[in-house]
């Protein structure tokens, strides 16, 4: 092993988790205006899920190998020329855009650092890998939505990550909460 690669989750064709392993690619370097984040966890959700499966092909395309991982928690270990807002060691969680793909189930990825946010103190990095799916969930509720108490929720895909963070949103917001999951 060698500082110019490093460990991902690679498929190299669609299907279910088996096809999954642990295989080396480039490590990347930050370009300028990008972030070099050292990734500590990361979650599973549906993109994944439909990426790994096939589903989302017209997106992912057809070439192997194939990384996944949408968001994830880390520290930043590298600046790129003119990147401004986070330091060094910056505890950071975030969500790789459509521009970049799939690929946070790495060892490092780079990131515009407006992608970012900080981890709040007194969290740690695994526990922050949830984040991106509730702040989802609660910008949906309470910015789109504007959910107040007492009123009726129905969550489809209530069994999800996103959805099973409505839920709990939801009847926390005292919202009559239905939950609807396949």
């Given at each position: 092993?060698?500082?110019r690669?490093?460990r ?7 299907g279910g ?28 959700n ?12 017209l997106l ?17 270990a590298?600046?790129?020329?003119g ?9 950071v ?8 793909g799939?690929?946070s ?8 650092p ?15 890998a ?6 989802t ?25 996103v ?10 917001d ?9």
């Amino acid at each position: 092993m060698d500082d110019r690669t490093m460990r991902a989750v690679l498929f190299d064709r669609f299907g279910g988790p088996e096809v999954l392993y642990v295989g080396r690619v480039q490590r990347p370097r930050p370009a300028p205006g990008e972030v070099l984040v050292r990734v500590r966890a990361f979650s599973v959700n549906g993109g994944d899920l439909a990426a790994r499966s096939g589903r989302a092909r017209l997106l992912t395309g057809r070439s192997f190998p194939q990384r996944i991982g949408l968001d994830f928690t880390g520290e930043v270990a590298a600046l790129g020329t003119g990147a401004t807002g986070v330091a060094v060691g910056d505890r950071v969680w975030g969500v790789v855009g459509r521009v970049s793909g799939f690929g946070s189930a790495a060892e490092y990825l780079t990131i515009r650092p407006e992608r970012l946010g900080r981890i709040p103190d007194g969290l740690d990095l695994v526990s922050a890998a949830a984040l991106p799916v509730a702040t989802t969930a609660m910008t949906a509720l309470r910015d789109k939505a504007a959910l107040r108490p007492g009123e009726r929720l129905l969550v489809r895909g209530a069994a999800g990550g996103v959805g099973n963070a409505a839920v709990q949103l939801g009847q926390a917001d005292g919202a009559e909460v239905t939950a609807l999951a396949r």
